[in-house]
Structures are given as structure tokens and as C-alpha cells.
T-cell receptor, first 114, second 112 residues
Framework: NAGVTQTPKFQVLKTGQSMTLQCAQD?????MYWYRQDPGMGLRLIYY???????DKGEVPNGYNVSRLNKREFSLRLESAAPSQTSVYFC?????????????FGEGSWLTVV | QKEVEQNSGPLSVPEGAIASLNCTYS??????FFWYRQYSGKSPELIMF????GDKEDGRFTAQLNKASQYVSLLIRDSQPSDSATYLC????????????FGKGTMLLVSP
């Protein structure tokens, strides 16, 4: 039972390079999310997709783009990486239920921009 | 802006003691509350959720919710060294579709 799978797990980029973080979930969830986690800052929402075909900005969307490729897959793209984007990135998914929104996380992607 | 506040810790307790983790939130419209545990270098995992005022127990864990005071807590009874982790409080409002807002987490250290 894979749950939420993200790739790559580790990546080093040079400033200005671009890359895409891939995420797939096998739980048939409607909603998917990208968070970043930095020391002392907690988990901050970058973008989310409430359902297939929709995407919305979260708290810290600048410098990122996303694509909800289908119900299973949600990718995060850094067009021109900056050192401030050094972080741990978590993809997550959830059912869109009325009274709860329990989120399940992938294992994380450690990104360093030099 | 919705805010979720937690003491960053570390909270240090001896093995076998009760650990009490606290969380306050700013959005009075919040309806669902979650506690996640995150081990160092790992992803957050759900421990418990609570919707109604009062206590909810699950094994050694008890979540307590007081909506009037905008306060939610997590009690861990008979703390074990394996409970040493960062505990994240997360809050969701029910005003249409909304995502979870996370606190910055409290680090718990349980000493043998």
C-alpha cells in the first residue's frame, strides 16, 4: 500500500535551474496538496487542488507552478530555483469530506538550491 | 489570517509521565482539529482528530477541545521514549472548502 509517493527524495539544484517534483496517490482522493517545511516555520501550503481540473494558491505560491495531471498525480514545478526555495517539500492528499479533511503525507523531498 | 499557535518546546518528560501538548487557534469558525506526529526526517502522520467539545480518547492519547476558549490539547499517558517527536496541531474551518492550517509544532522529549 503505497499511499502518497513523491519523487525525487533528494535533489541539489543550482540557482536558476528548473525542476519538477512528482507526486502520485493511490487512495482515490479528490484533493491534493503541496507543502513546504522550513525550520521554525512549520508546514506552509504552496498550492492545492481541491479536485481534478482545479488548482489554487496557498500561503506561499510565489516561484512555483503546479499541474493536476489527473486524479492521481499532482506535480510541483520550480521554474527558476532560488536559494530561498531550499526546503523539504511534502505532497499530500485527502478525501474532501464535509466534516473532516484528514491529510495523508508523502515521505518528503529534500531540495537544496546552491 | 488564520493562526495556530503552539509552544515550540522542547517539552521534556520522564518515561511513564503524562505529556501535555497545547494549541490555540484564532479562527472561531474552525470545526475540525487534528494532531499529527512527526519524527525527525520523516513525514507527519495523523494521531487523532476531534470535532466536538470535550475529550476523545484513543489508547494512550486523549485530545481535548474547548471551542469557547479556542484551545485544543493532546495528552499522552505513560509516555515512552518512542513518543519523542514533534507534534503538530492542525485546524480546519468548515466555511466551504478549506485546507488545514498547521501550527509550528511542539518538540517532545521523553527520557528513559
Amino acid at each position: 500500500n503505497a499511499g502518497v509517493t513523491q519523487t525525487p527524495k533528494f535533489q541539489v539544484l543550482k540557482t536558476g535551474q528548473s525542476m519538477t517534483l512528482q507526486c502520485a496517490q493511490d487512495m482515490n482522493h479528490n484533493s491534493m496538496y503541496w507543502y513546504r517545511q522550513d525550520p521554525g516555520m512549520g508546514l506552509r501550503l504552496i498550492y492545492y487542488s481541491a479536485s481534478e481540473g482545479t488548482t489554487d494558491k496557498g500561503e506561499v505560491p510565489n516561484g512555483y507552478n503546479v499541474s493536476r495531471l489527473n486524479k492521481r498525480e499532482f506535480s510541483l514545478r520550480l521554474e527558476s530555483a532560488a536559494p530561498s526555495q531550499t526546503s523539504v517539500y511534502f505532497c499530500a492528499s485527502s478525501e474532501q469530506v464535509r466534516s473532516g479533511n484528514t491529510i495523508y503525507f508523502g515521505e518528503g523531498s529534500w531540495l537544496t538550491v546552491v | 489570517q488564520k493562526e495556530v499557535e503552539q509552544n515550540s518546546g522542547p517539552l521534556s518528560v520522564p518515561e511513564g509521565a503524562i505529556a501535555s501538548l497545547n494549541c490555540t487557534y484564532s479562527d472561531r469558525g474552525s470545526q475540525s482539529f487534528f494532531w499529527y506526529r512527526q519524527y525527525s526526517g520523516k513525514s507527519p502522520e495523523l494521531i487523532m482528530f476531534i470535532y466536538s467539545n470535550g475529550d476523545k480518547e484513543d489508547g494512550r492519547f486523549t485530545a481535548q477541545l474547548n471551542k469557547a476558549s479556542q484551545y485544543v490539547s493532546l495528552l499522552i499517558r505513560d509516555s515512552q521514549p518512542s513518543d519523542s517527536a514533534t507534534y503538530l496541531c492542525a485546524v480546519k474551518s468548515d466555511s466551504g472548502y478549506s485546507t488545514l492550517t498547521f501550527g509550528k509544532g511542539t518538540m517532545l522529549l521523553v527520557s528513559p
